[in-house]
């Protein structure tokens, strides 16, 4: 039996939201381990629309044990409000659902902060979706966090509290011009939350690897994706996670020899959202088109999703970096009418071509796409459940994926709703450890 790690090989927005539902069926343990209310993670079935931020997307599976590792930062106001929306829609969420003592809480401040530091940065903002994601994890490096245990320890919470307020009013009101905060409305607030969360927080990472011991299986829940991991994203236009596979460790605290699989999640073309660069984003009306038919807006902020082609060498680079053992395609009935598609092989800059992505974010905001073009096909992949079904130059458009990624597909998503994918092999099926990187099979 595996434990896989579903990581998303973009920039995010790839339906990783999807993917864990379908796959969740045959898991045991479903773990979220790093980002937070920045997520948005999409399931639509026969129960309706449901966008997870924090809870992961197992929660719909009454058996499933549903995780948040120490590697997410929780903000306890969105995760309460997304319990109150989620049990509105029948959703249960009692013992099934458990939070790491050591996750960190974003506090009031830290919005006010990520607001504050983006204002100031002008036209080099990062475009953050404002949920105080940067600077909660800040405090986390400089060890002056608060975590979720500590909303179990009132005096302690208080001193931690009183002793970052000192500081970070200081900073609010005289460089930002802003108010600062009160101690003691923040600790009422944080000890009403308290009170709802108390029963869900625990060491998470001991009944993780209990679990597995005996042998549950655990689905590891990306957020984010491999172009925004702080250590291997356009850096600094990313999240300040670890939204890479190696993640799932140090955010669940289960050890590396217990992941046996990890699945990247990569949509059929490009989607960024915020800042940064995206050498094969498209502003003219094909972009449009793709923005269009695949409802590219964020379900955490709404904006619109900047759309291209799809780039080999990001994915390539996402198959290395995590040890992809297979992809999912998503979103491939999005190109239904294309008459050509492009994919980007390489990049040009300075007359040097590129194969892999270049270490300079400047060079990567300067280079332009070096194309590979393939006719698109006629007829509608939308919805259809079998590989042999699917037209030959989707076929052929999803074989040369394949090959510039250098990893095997797996599925691929051809509409919203769970029956619309071609699962090919099940990752979740029997363990092969310390397996290589899935090569193509076709
Ligand atoms: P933050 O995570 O809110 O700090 O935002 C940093 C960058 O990551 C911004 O460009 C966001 O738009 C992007 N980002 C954060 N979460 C997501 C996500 O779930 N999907 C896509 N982009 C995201």
């Known amino acids: 039996m595996a434990n896989l790690v579903i990581v998303g090989t973009q920039w995010g927005d790839e339906g990783k939201g999807k993917i864990v539902d379908i796959l969740a069926r045959d898991a045991d343990v479903v773990a979220r381990y790093q980002g937070g209310s920045n997520a948005g993670h999409t399931v639509v079935n026969d129960r309706g629309t449901f966008v997870f931020h924090l809870i992961p997307s197992g929660i719909l599976y009454r058996s499933k044990l549903c995780v948040i590792g120490n590697g997410v930062v929780v903000d306890p106001e969105a995760l309460i409000a997304e ?20 996750a960190h809480l974003i506090m009031p401040y830290h919005k006010a902060i990520e607001k504050a530091a983006e204002q100031s940065k002008g036209s080099r903002r990062i475009g953050t979706t404002g949920r105080g994601i940067g600077p909660s994890y800040v405090d986390k490096m400089a060890r002056i966090g608060i975590r979720a245990g500590d909303l179990l320890n009132p005096p302690v919470f208080r001193r931690k509290l009183e002793e970052n307020l000192v500081e970070t009013n200081n900073f609010l009101k005289q460089l930002c011009r802003t108010q600062g905060f009160q101690a003691e409305k923040v600790f009422q607030q944080y000890m009403g939350y308290a009170d709802r969360l108390k029963g869900h927080i625990t060491d998470t990472s001991v009944l993780l690897n209990k679990a597995i011991d005996n042998g549950k299986r655990v689905l590891f829940e990306g957020a984010q994706g491999t172009h925004l991991d702080v250590d291997f994203g356009t850096y600094p236009y990313v999240t300040s996670s670890s939204s890479c596979a190696g993640g799932a460790c140090t955010g669940t605290g289960v050890g590396p020899t217990q992941i046996d699989r990890v699945m990247g999640v990569a949509k059929a073309y490009t989607t960024r959202v915020g800042s940064g660069p995206f050498p094969t984003e498209l502003t003219d009306l094909v972009g449009g088109g793709l923005q269009e ?107 040369r994926i394949e090959e510039l990624a250098a990893c095997r597909i797996d599925m691929i998503s051809t509409g919203t709703k769970r029956s619309e994918t071609i699962m090919l092999r099940n990752p979740l099926g029997p363990a092969r450890r310390a397996s290589a990187a899935g090569r193509p099979r076709r």
């Open 293 to 399: 038919r695949g409802k590219e807006f964020g379900s955490t902020t709404g904006r619109p999703r900047r759309c291209g082609w799809f780039d080999g060498v990001l994915v390539r680079y996402a198959t290395r970096v995590n040890g992809l053992s297979s992809l999912v395609v998503t979103k491939l009935d999005v190109l239904d009418g294309c008459k050509e598609l492009k994919l980007c092989t390489g990049y040009r800059h300075g007359g040097k071509l590129y194969k892999e992505m270049p270490a300079d974010i400047q060079v990567l905001s300067e280079c332009e796409p070096v194309y590979e073009a393939m006719p698109g096909w006629t007829g509608a992949t939308t919805g259809v459940t079998s590989y042999k079904a699917l037209p030959l130059q989707a076929k052929r458009y999803l074989s």
């Open 83 to 102: 319990m109150d929306r989620l049990q509105a829609m029948g959703v249960k969420i009692g013992r099934n659902f458990l939070i790491s003592h050591c």
